[in-house]
């Protein structure tokens, strides 16, 4: 391994000596490449660091980052000094490639250089028609039959307008206090090219710096990052754009049951925080109605959870857990159905990648 640390990069940049920024970037287009060099470099100069062996791929617009360093390895960390709060940019609302129209309160210390050159990169990339083609929340070629099928598992899909940017932005932003004691949505280069697998790294926020280490849970030099919130397939096809089928859950949509014994059990819509974050199972009883504000398939047991909300008898629960069960994939079955009979098209693949896999874990859960 390189004896290049941290603290090293940092001498070496305040002597005003910044690392050939070449050396971390292997693109297939020139034009990428020099935008690629150009964030590197202006992370660095920010005070942030890479690791010496990781190497930022480029192919066909599409960008991972790998590194053969030991897991546990350090691999970037990212300043607030190099953190753009996109959300204070307004951004044109057109499909054809991301531009900014003016800027709202941009804060003294965020780096507008950096943004711009972002803006090139993801431009160079074709990242937003890419987006507006294959993203379940902005492809404009999904039936009304369809969203309505996505939205009784997930009632919010798609009831908020947002512009092909809103989406791109939703996909990449990390919730950070990198300017105000308040989190909000913020860019973080070079992390942000990091791709999602349930078992990647999840990051550390400490002292206004970001940092990942190396993790590579597929075997391969590619380094990978939890994006976080527990979400399952269906989550991460909606907010992401991609169906994750690295991960072991389903949360269940909004659902009634009938169950001999407890009577009625609904599951409700209240399972998250406003910002994203998974609420612990909450159980409330009305006569004889048992509400719970969220429920989660699982490979662990499935009735443990139920016994530890409700206090029931564990048989009880067993049973919650089977009629649940078979409701949810009578809504997921409903959902495939409107899915294989639409036209193809890549938005429609992600969501059927979805389906299939949440299918899978609610069934081999409920053996």
């Known amino acids: 391994m390189s004896s290049i ?18 050396q971390w970037c292997d693109a297939d ?13 202006g992370l660095i100069e920010s005070g942030g660091w890479i690791h010496p062996e990781a190497r930022i791929i480029a192919r066909g617009g599409d960008l991972h980052i790998e590194c053969p360093a030991d897991e546990g390895t350090p691999l970037i960390r990212v300043p607030a000094a190099a953190m753009l709060p996109v959300t204070r940019a307004r951004w044109n609302p057109g499909d054809g490639e991301l531009s900014i129209l003016r800027l709202d309160d941009w804060p003294e210390g965020a780096d507008l250089p950096l943004l711009i050159t972002q803006v090139g990169l993801h431009n160079a990339c074709g ?18 039959e369809i969203i309505a099928a996505v939205r009784v598992l997930r009632p919010s899909f798609r009831t908020r307008t947002m512009s092909p940017t809103d989406v791109f932005w939703a996909t990449r932003a990390f919730r950070l206090p990198a300017f105000d004691a308040a989190a909000e949505p913020v860019g973080i280069p070079v992390i942000d090219l990091l791709n999602h697998h349930s078992n990647g790294d999840t ?24 994006y976080g ?36 059990v609904r599951i409700l819509d209240q399972g998250r925080t406003p910002t994203g974050d998974l609420l612990p199972l909450r159980a409330d009883r009305s006569g004889d109605v048992w509400s719970l504000n969220r429920f989660t398939f699982n490979s662990m047991d499935p009735s443990a959870d139920l016994f530890a909300a409700t206090g029931m008898p564990m048989r009880w629960c067993e049973e919650i857990y089977s009629a649940l069960a078979g409701g949810y994939l009578t809504v ?10 639409a036209p193809p098209n ?7 990648t979805a389906t299939k896999h949440l299918r899978s874990v609610v069934t081999s859960s409920a053996r």
């Open 346 to 352: 890549p938005a429609v693949d992600v969501l059927l």
């Open 127 to 144: 990242k937003l028609p890419r987006l507006v083609a294959t993203h379940p929340s902005a492809s404009q070629t999904l039936s009304a």
């Open 5 to 22: 640390t941290p603290e090293a990069v940092a001498v070496i940049c305040d002597h005003g000596v910044v690392p050939n920024p070449w």
């Open 29 to 41: 287009d020139d034009v990428v490449a020099d935008f690629l060099a150009a964030t590197v470099q």
């Open 332 to 341: 997921l079955d409903d959902l495939h159905s409107q899915l294989i009979s």
């Open 203 to 226: 990051g550390q926020w400490h002292d206004g710096t970001f940092t990942v280490t190396v993790r590579r849970p597929t075997g391969t030099l590619e380094c990978f990052i939890d």
């Open 229 to 264: 919130m527990h979400r399952d397939a269906l989550d991460t096809a909606i907010v992401y754009g991609f169906a994750d089928t690295t991960t072991s859950i389903a949360h269940c949509g909004p659902l009634d049951v009938e169950v001999p014994g407890p009577a009625v």
